[in-house]
């Protein structure tokens, strides 16, 4: 089974995914998978066939990571009690399993791009990179709280469903802030599911799992 499921009391329901083998010295990298708007709800599986999930069952090798991936109840958002809860979890997988406290990482799509941004500013110096694709935040936020994170935002310009503008304003927004290790990938021709692009992309998942943090 690739993925473990739990419905833990009182948080959200999530899917987790273990590498084969060995951890490295130091312990597992962690990534906190956020999904989008149309992978809410209760069983805790359909988190798992959007973006992240069926990239890592493709290619399982590129992703020697333990990636955790909770889910949004119907009617809910990545903000407020719900993305605490999955802040929450994300400790507790820490707690369980080896992994490495410099190598966490936080990535979502669409609905959990916006949840990106939003657990990025509440929590600048947990995350050692945040990749949101086809999100969206508040670029006052973002000034204020992410001059100094490894940021790799991503979004299609073709983009029906969230304006490509968004992520513009963003860009602009940790440039003013001066943070030299953000980056924006703007792809011409994609749409809103950019992220079939984005995480089968070898550049990317080498930058994601090259960045550390220095202070723990």
Known sequence: MPFLYRKPR????????LPQGE???GGWP????LHGSGERGRDGKRQTRVGLGPAILENPQAWPVVVLMPQC?????WRGETLQK????????????RTN???VYLTGLSMGG???WNLACLYPERFAAVAPVCGAGDPFWVWQRLGKVPIWNFHGAADEVVPVSFSRALADAL??????????TEYPTEKHDVWNRVYRDPGFIHWLLSQERTVV
């Open 10 to 17: 009182g948080l959200l329901p999530y899917a987790l995914y």
């Open 101 to 103: 406290p410099r190598r």
């Open 175 to 184: 440039a003013k802030a001066g943070n030299v290790r953000a980056r924006f």
């Open 23 to 25: 951890p490295p010295e």
């Open 30 to 33: 962690l990534v906190l998978f």
């Open 73 to 77: 109840p119907e009617g809910e958002w």
């Open 86 to 97: 999955a802040y929450a979890l994300l400790g507790q997988v820490e707690a369980q399993y």
């Open 114 to 116: 916006h949840g990106c």
